[in-house]
C-alpha cells in the first residue's frame, strides 16, 4: 500500500507561483505513475499532470507552458511547480499514484489564486 501526502498549498495573486509536494512512503516500488489532479467547486475531478516511472510526462492543455512536474527519487517526492497562476487555477489538488493493485490519493490541498 502506497500513502501520499501533498503540501504546499495556499493564497497567491494572479501571475505568481506555488510549488506542491507530494511525499510517498509505503511500497513505493509498487508505483508506476504518479500523478496531480484538481477539483474545482461544483465541477469534476480533472487531471492536471503525470509522470511515469520512466520519466514521462503528460500535462493538461490549459496547463502547458505554466505548470511543471518533477520528481526526486531520492525524497520519494513528486513535485508540481506552478507559474502564471490564473484564478481558474483555483481548486483542491490531489496527489495520485497509480500502483500494481490499485490507485492512491492523498488528502489534497488548497491552492486559491486571487487578488
Known amino acids: 500500500q502506497v500513502q501520499l501526502v501533498e503540501s504546499g498549498g495556499g493564497l497567491v495573486q494572479p501571475g505568481g507561483s506555488l510549488r506542491l509536494s507530494c511525499a510517498a512512503s509505503?511500497?513505493?516500488?509498487?508505483?508506476?505513475?504518479t500523478g496531480w489532479y484538481r477539483q474545482a467547486p461544483g465541477k469534476q475531478r480533472e487531471l492536471v499532470a503525470t509522470?511515469?516511472?520512466?520519466?514521462?510526462?503528460n500535462y493538461a492543455d490549459s496547463v502547458k507552458g505554466r505548470f511543471t512536474i518533477s520528481r526526486d527519487n531520492v525524497k520519494n517526492t513528486v513535485y508540481l511547480q506552478m507559474n502564471s497562476l490564473k484564478p481558474e487555477d483555483t481548486a483542491v489538488y490531489y496527489c495520485?499514484?497509480?500502483?500494481?493493485?490499485?490507485?492512491?490519493w492523498g488528502q489534497g490541498t488548497q491552492v486559491t489564486v486571487s487578488s
Open positions: 495520485n499514484a497509480d500502483t500494481w493493485v490499485g490507485s492512491s
Open positions: 509505503g511500497s513505493i516500488f509498487t508505483i508506476s505513475s
Open positions: 509522470i511515469t516511472r520512466g520519466g514521462n510526462t
